[in-house]
């Protein structure tokens, strides 16, 4: 990792390596979602995310994105609407599952469906549900607009993801400073 001053970062636009680029992306803090839609039969896709964002209030516009290579893209692209669950500090085991080959990643998850007839999944600090507004191929993944059509939330500790890593108490130690 380069400290500051930043002199050695201004090089050349060729010296931005893929190592570097990750490192640096690593260090902004997230959130971890479970991006969830029905599938084409009567099954369901999800993924672990963390590119979720807000995008407008008005009109309630989100954006995520999909790696183009992802097994659920099809799935994504062909659904209305979806589910983005924000997972809770103790729901590490769901980020896991979610973004690694399972045979059935819903097997066993509590959930109920919404209006999006997507899962909702039980024991997370908040649940959007969104109608496709627009996606966008850019790069190497997808980008997918969603508006929001419903939302819910409860105050309990987010999961975060930072570095690599989760981090399951980052905010119960009272550090967190409102923004
Ligand atoms: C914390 C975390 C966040 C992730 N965020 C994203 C993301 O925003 N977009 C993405 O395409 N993959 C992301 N991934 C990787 C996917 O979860 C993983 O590739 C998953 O297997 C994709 O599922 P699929 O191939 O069944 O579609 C993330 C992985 C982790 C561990």
Redesign the pocket.
């Known amino acids: 990792m380069t400290a500051f001053p930043m002199s050695a970062e201004r090089a050349p636009r060729n010296a931005i390596t893929e190592r570097r680029f990750r490192d640096a992306l690593a260090q902004f803090a997230t959130g971890?979602t479970i991006i969830a839609a029905r599938g084409d039969e009567e099954d369901f896709?999800g993924?672990?995310?963390?590119?979720?964002n807000s995008v407008s209030l008005d009109p309630p516009l989100i954006i995520?994105?999909?790696?183009r290579r992802?097994?659920?893209?099809a799935a994504f692209e062909r659904a209305t609407r979806y589910a983005v669950n924000v997972l809770a500090h103790d729901q590490v085991d769901l980020?896991?599952r979610?973004?690694?080959?399972h045979a059935d990643r819903f097997a066993g998850v509590r959930y109920q469906l919404g209006d999006a007839a997507a899962p909702l999944i039980e024991g997370c600090v908040a649940w959007l549900e969104c109608r496709n507004h627009s996606r966008h191929p850019v790069g190497d993944?997808m980008l997918f607009i969603g508006e929001v059509e419903t939302c819910a939330c409860r105050s309990l500790p987010p999961l975060v993801?930072h570095d690599g890593r989760?981090h399951s108490d980052a905010l119960r130690a009272g550090g967190a400073n409102r923004g």
């Open positions: 971890v896709v993924f672990t995310a963390a590119s979720f995520w994105s999909l790696g992802s097994r659920s893209l980020a896991r979610f973004s690694r080959p993944h993801w989760y």
